[in-house]
């Protein structure tokens, strides 16, 4: 479900750019191995955080509050939706998750890029809501493969592992909306190939001359005189 994102919203998003943290969106289906890769990402580059969605799912395994998620009751998250804290929130195979504006805000304002590992839907949402966000899609090397994690996984109830599995056909589907795709075949090289996205991303030309502004000034200035 898309958020309704009114006009002043998107304004508000496209205006608060500037010389700010990349926000760089991960998407894949259930059990593609996204958590793996991005674990890895965070430990060897640095300046990146992650966000921490909120959800009305319960704890799987060694889950824990404010690591993975915050474990919030449908109640509290919907009034959370009326507070407007979500920069995006779905419902996602019968649960709900969003994305805290108030986290991605300060790590962004903070200089810091943050990753949000959301679903497609989610995706499509921010990319309405922020020109420059970076979109990479996790591609698992097959629906075979995917289908042995998820069930070796043994934290879903059949019912959900059903669901799931029965939805990544139509996650998939949704790869050509993404700037990136990641074939998840190899750890090594999948979280090599994220590492340097996020580099080359860093150093587009758009957002340097945001960050290097006085750099870039100093020569400027030499032409003038
Ligand atoms: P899981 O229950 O397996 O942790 O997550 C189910 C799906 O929800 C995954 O595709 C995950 O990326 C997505 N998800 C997690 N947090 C968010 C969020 O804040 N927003 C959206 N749209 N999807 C999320």
């Known amino acids: 479900m898309l958020n309704e994102l009114n006009k002043t919203e998107k304004q508000d998003a496209a205006s608060a750019e500037c010389g700010r943290g990349m926000l760089i969106v991960v ?17 060897t580059v640095p300046g990146v955080s992650y966000s921490v ?23 509290t998250f919907e009034g959370l939706i009326r507070q407007g804290e979500y ?15 108030a986290q991605v805000e300060r790590e962004r304002a903070a200089g810091k890029d943050i990753i949000l590992e959301i679903d497609v839907q989610g995706a ?3 990319r309405e809501l922020i020109d420059d966000a970076v979109s990479i899609f996790i591609l698992p090397p097959s629906f075979e493969l995917l289908r042995n994690r998820l ?3 043994g934290t879903d109830s059949p019912t959900d592992l059903e669901r799931r599995l029965r939805g990544a056909p139509l996650e998939v589907e949704q790869y050509r ?11 090594n090289r999948a979280s090599a190939q994220l590492a340097s996205v996020i580099y080359a991303e860093r150093a587009r030309r758009e957002r340097q001359e ?11 200035s030499l032409l003038e005189s």
């Open 27 to 43: 998407s894949s289906p259930s059990g593609g191995g996204k958590g793996t890769l991005i674990d890895r990402v965070l430990q």
């Open 53 to 75: 969605s909120y959800t009305t799912r319960a704890p799987r395994g060694a889950e824990q509050d404010g690591r993975e998620y915050f474990f919030v009751s449908t109640v």
């Open 87 to 101: 920069l995006e929130w779905a419902d996602v195979y019968g649960h709900l998750y969003g994305t805290s504006k």
């Open 124 to 126: 499509a949402s921010i």
């Open 151 to 153: 069930a070796a996984r």
């Open 177 to 187: 909306y993404f700037q990136y795709v990641i074939l998840n075949d190899d750890i």
């Open 210 to 220: 945001i960050r290097l502004k006085e750099t870039l000034a100093d020569f400027a």
